[in-house]
């Protein structure tokens, strides 16, 4: 399937629902590309949930999962990457402090490149988070070296078969640049806009912006250290072997 899958991963966004069908919408009818839409509601406990079948049945290329409790954000994106069969997968956050609309910058891009990833200019987010934000890219940055400013931008298009060739753990979201190029994948930084939120509330805190990260930090830093990587000088097969070029 030769299109875009847009995931949107959504945890008690009510307000924020008819504003993202409004938005994928204006984008969807921009695109040079089939644009499909797949919410995963991740066990929302408010109406999100009855506002996003609304859409889904009214709407062409619109489609959503339910989860029967909250699992989080790396589970929702997971999710969205197993039901997806189109060649390329992105995600953006249900609270539209990103626009898909900036999808539009990355779609010159989808042949050349594995994953591109936004780069949100001018943050409207509160001083808090942008003081745990820089520490977090700074120590990151420290020990993987990705090279990235922005590395928790929520606005991201993958080639979906290279996607497939990552590992999965909770947190990994927060890691796809490094996680990209540990598998030896291609990276496009595209600047995009970012907005203060409007509706519903942030579902981050102390611990799951700074504590958790670290402990997953930690871990893609062993995965990079202990990658297998080989090349090989010589190969003689014969017809009968079965193999992969």
Not at 53 to 73: R, V, Y
Not at 88 to 116: A, C
Not at 145 to 158: H, R, S, Y
Not at 194 to 219: A, C, W, Y
Request: net charge positive; proline share 3%; with cysteine.
């Amino acid at each position: 399937m030769n299109g875009i899958t847009i995931i949107i991963p959504v945890f008690n966004e009510e307000g924020n629902i008819l504003k993202i069908w409004s938005e994928v919408d204006h984008y969807r009818r921009k695109s040079k590309f089939e644009i499909f839409t797949l919410f995963v509601d991740d066990g929302s406990t408010d109406g999100s949930l009855s506002l996003i079948k609304e859409i889904c049945t009214q709407n062409e290329g619109f489609g959503f999962i339910s989860f029967e409790t909250n699992k989080g954000l790396s589970a929702a994106i997971k999710a969205g990457f197993d039901y997806s069969k189109s060649k390329w997968v992105g995600y953006i956050d249900g609270d539209l402090q990103t626009s898909p609309r900036d999808f539009l910058k990355f779609e010159n891009h989808l042949q050349s490149f594995d994953l591109m990833t936004g780069e949100r200019q001018n943050r409207k987010d509160g001083i808090g988070k942008r003081i745990s934000s820089s520490f977090a890219n700074w120590i990151r940055n420290s020990l993987l070296k990705d090279g990235m400013k922005d590395t928790g931008c929520p606005l991201k298009i993958f080639n979906r078969e290279f996607a497939s060739k990552l590992p999965y753990f909770n947190g990994f979201h927060r890691f796809f640049p490094a996680l990209t190029q540990i598998y030896g994948g291609r990276i496009k930084v595209i600047p995009v806009s970012h907005f203060p939120r409007t509706e519903g509330k942030s579902k981050f805190n102390t611990f799951n912006r700074m504590v958790q990260p670290l402990l997953d930090l930690i871990l893609v830093y062993r995965l990079k250290k202990r990658k297998i990587s080989y090349s090989v000088k010589e190969m003689h097969l014969s017809k009968t072997m079965v193999y992969h070029e």
